[in-house]
């Protein structure tokens, strides 16, 4: 293509400093993305932590790059390694962009982080970007591509857009291109053995279904600062983006002594989240992306319920502010209580929006097996003062 030409006769920091230029664009233009992503059912605050968030990337990956890489455009990784006796055989690592493009599908929960969190890093390595959104949230992506297109900074081709069905798309990766996912598990295993993708041994990375965890030390009784934060982070991480986080807490495990404890205190911050219309005043939790969200969730909420109740919320009855229940895809904060830890659907049901379950663990030994039940999720946190 003629976008990867451009970007390879750049250096390093010639790229970083496109990147650092394009962020300043894009936050000019924040209040645009703002509007356009309530869209999404997103509030103002989950706006900026898309939009914001996708713009520090930029900038921190601009930083990066003229920190660590060299003004050149060959990385030399390491000194000369002699590989012979008489010095006449040496070995040495150089890195240099690939000659394909980075190709890149983007999930619906972030529609402005999630491409520029993956144009960054290729973009220094002198790639061209091919960004495929969720359809759901594609209109904010579009519009995201349409300004870094528009302010001319970039090489052209050195991003391009591809909405709707992909069609033959991967039939056509080679050795020297890149793939990368964002979304469902079963997507990925897909995309995985595509038999180009096979073939070719095309790079591939897929960020997927994740059971993250956040473990409660037993030290942290009630009445310390460490069970104030636990609690305050568990609720925040259920109602941010409606709980529409790869990063967020699905399984909170508590010591068993304790689990009332943070159920009652869950359930007091839970009761002040106001859900509806993302800018009607004192909302603090907006919508799914999409209807069909809605009912996944609900689904997936429905094989929680196999192996615990429910301690906070009601899916089918709630309160809105200024929302229509039947025409948005809202959901109220929705807390389970699992007693049995050793139940297997929350270590396999990721309901994707504002639910959680509390399990009960009795042994520091019992807390990381069931952490491990994960399987080696995205994000895991232990909130304690040992």
């Known amino acids: 293509s003629f976008g990867g030409p451009a970007l390879r ?26 509007a356009l992503s309530a869209r999404t059912g997103a509030t103002l605050g989950d706006s900026k932590f898309d939009i914001d968030g996708g713009i520090g990337v930029l900038f921190s990956f601009s930083s990066k790059g003229r920190r660590e890489l060299p003004n050149s455009t060959v990385h030399v990784d390491g000194p000369p390694e002699p590989l012979g006796k008489a010095g006449a055989f040496l070995g040495q690592h150089v890195h240099t962009p690939l000659r394909g493009a980075a ?31 969720a359809s759901q949230t594609a209109y904010l992506t579009h519009r995201l591509v349409e300004l870094i297109v528009a302010s001319g900074l970039l090489p052209e081709g050195a991003i391009s857009l591809l ?5 033959d ?33 095309v790079r591939f990375n897929a960020e997927a279904d994740s059971l993250n ?42 010591p068993a002594e304790l689990v009332d404890d943070v159920v009652a205190a869950a359930r007091d911050r839970l009761a002040q989240i106001a859900v509806g219309a993302p800018g009607a005043e004192g909302v603090k939790m907006g919508a799914l992306a999409s209807l069909e969200q809605r009912e996944e969730v609900r689904r997936s909420l429905k094989s929680l319920l196999e192996a615990g109740t429910l301690v906070h919320g009601d899916p089918d009855r709630f309160d809105l502010v200024d929302a229509d ?24 049901v990721e309901a994707f929006g504002p639910v959680s379950t509390v399990l009960p663990y009795t042994t520091t030994e019992q807390a990381i097996e069931l952490a491990r039940r994960g399987q080696g999720s995205l994000a895991g946190s232990v909130v304690t003062d040992d």
């Open 169 to 201: 798309l991967l039939d056509h990766l080679g050795d020297q291109d890149l793939l990368s996912f964002t979304g469902s598990a079963s997507t990925a295993q897909r995309l995985r053995a595509h038999p180009a993708v096979v073939a070719n041994s």
């Open 9 to 34: 006769a750049l250096t390093f920091h010639q790229r970083a400093a496109l990147l650092k230029s394009l962020a300043s664009h894009l936050r000019e233009h924040r209040e645009e993305l703002y």
């Open 163 to 167: 909405c709707g069905q992909a069609g």
């Open 325 to 348: 229940p039947d025409r948005g895809a809202f959901l109220p904060p929705l807390l389970v209580r699992c007693d049995d830890p050793d139940r297997p659907q929350p270590h396999e």
């Open 213 to 254: 965890c956040s473990v409660l030390g037993p030290d942290a009784k009630p009445d310390t600062p460490e069970f104030a934060l636990y609690v305050k982070q568990l609720v925040t991480e259920m109602t941010v983006k409606a709980g529409q986080k790869c990063t967020a807490i699905r399984r909170a495990l508590v």
């Open 103 to 133: 190709v890149q599908i983007n999930a619906f929960n972030f529609p402005v982080w999630g491409p520029l969190e993956k144009l960054a890093p290729a973009f220094l390595a002198g790639m061209p970007t091919l960004v495929k959104p």
